[in-house]
């Protein structure tokens, strides 16, 4: 069964930094796209940032260029970059992952068949 498991959370301070990870059993990402969202308090689940296959990335206008995605060789670790930290990126942040995702709906959670159980992020001002 393929399984996801995230790690690296933690609080930090405002314009803080941390690096999630997320980690597959028994397959590697390859030939997968892997995307991250978030939920917090207030939203439901938002679409952060998604890398196809071929290394294409789709972040979120909210993004802005704080948050980078990148993934290890062997590809069984996907990394989400987390620059510039806002209170308001505080969330538990999930990581995604479907091997035929649309790219006109790279946001759209139904496009991804495999989740993870999420790691929490929380950015204090």
């Known amino acids: 069964e393929f399984r996801l498991v995230e790690s690296g959370g933690g609080s930090v301070q405002a314009g803080g930094s941390l690096t999630l990870t997320c980690t597959s059993s028994y397959f590697t990402f390859d030939g997968q796209d892997v995307a991250w969202f978030r939920q917090g308090l207030e939203n439901g689940c938002e679409f952060v940032s998604s890398m196809f296959s071929d290394g294409d990335q789709y972040p979120a206008d909210f993004v802005e260029g704080r948050f980078a995605i990148s993934q290890d060789n062997p590809k069984y670790t996907v990394y989400l970059q987390l620059n510039s930290l806002k209170p308001e990126d505080t969330a538990m942040y999930y990581c995604?992952?479907?091997?035929?995702?649309?790219?006109?709906?790279?946001?759209?959670?139904?496009?991804?068949?495999?989740w993870g159980q999420g790691t929490q992020v929380t950015v204090s001002s």
């Open positions: 995604a992952a479907d091997f035929e995702v649309t790219r006109t709906t790279v946001w759209e959670k139904d496009e991804y068949t495999y």
